[in-house]
């Protein structure tokens, strides 16, 4: 039973390292529907994001208390330490955040297009004539894990990229990731929203998360012949043994018997 056993590891273990060429490369299933490809991305303002926002106007005076400096003091001199870096704002989990002089503003689920509109409606005229805004997530990252050469956290500084990106930061999928299945879990509405996308199939230029967002989470699975590598290579050093010390013995007892 047990060398039956251990044969049929060794042989499992043959068929894994056997990888047949239309299970790894990308993008080979299909045409590209040009007509259903999309370019646009908006980025959507989302609780825990923290942003940073500058306000500037010919009227320099007039934009100095919305662009307030965050500093570092000292306890003991209580001076300041350090060079004076803007201010942020944390979007909370109401998507509120607390604006100089405007107080709590409702911005959560805004596009960035949405919330510059938003402030100029805010500003002008009462505080600032012609205010021009710029707005940036300081924390945009993706997370990518599972079956991939470097998985992490990556943070991503112009705020726009695609899952092949983000895979490509990542060092690409080993050569036993899953390719048609790979998991994207996006937060929308505070749900937490799960897709699927084939990486062997064009169709993924077509995907709603073909374009990240901001935290979130790509998980590429192993597949089947590693799940069962990995259970076979737990216990194939003990089958060794065992199988090593039953041949030993019925050499023995054949060598005895005769």
Not at 25 to 40: A, E, G, H, L
Not at 47 to 56: N, S
Not at 107 to 124: A, H, P, Q, S, Y
Not at 193 to 212: A, E, G, H, K, M
């Amino acid at each position: 039973m047990l060398i039956r056993r251990f044969l049929y590891i060794s042989i499992t273990l043959i068929f894994i390292s056997c990888v047949s060429k239309k299970d790894i490369t990308y993008f080979q299933n299909d045409k590209i529907d040009q007509s259903k490809v999309s370019n646009s991305y908006k980025t959507i303002i989302k609780p825990d994001d923290v942003l940073q926002i500058t306000i500037t106007a010919l009227d320099v005076e007039a934009v100095k208390p919305f662009n307030l400096s965050a500093v570092t003091y000292s306890t003991s001199s209580n001076s300041a330490i350090g060079v004076a870096q803007q201010q942020t704002y944390l979007v909370d989990t109401n998507g509120e955040i607390d604006f100089p002089v405007l107080g709590k503003l409702k911005i959560g689920g805004l596009t960035r297009d949405e919330l510059i509109v938003f402030l100029k409606n805010k500003l002008e005229p009462d505080y600032i004539l012609n205010p021009n805004i710029n707005i940036r997530i300081s924390n945009y990252k993706v997370t990518v894990l599972g079956d991939v050469r470097m998985p992490g956290s990556y943070t991503i500084q112009n705020e726009r990229i695609t899952i092949l990106e983000a895979l490509g930061l990542a060092g690409d999928l080993n050569i036993s990731a899953q390719r048609n299945n790979v998991l994207v879990q996006r937060e929308e509405n505070g749900k937490k929203i799960q897709y699927r996308v084939d990486l062997l199939s064009n169709d993924l230029f077509t995907s709603p998360v073909y374009y990240l967002q901001q935290n979130d989470v790509v998980y590429v699975e192993p597949n089947y012949a590693k799940i069962q590598s990995a259970s076979a290579n737990s216990n194939t050093s003990l089958f060794i043994s065992i199988t090593g010390l039953v041949a030993s013995l019925i050499t023995a007892i054949a060598l005895l018997t005769r």
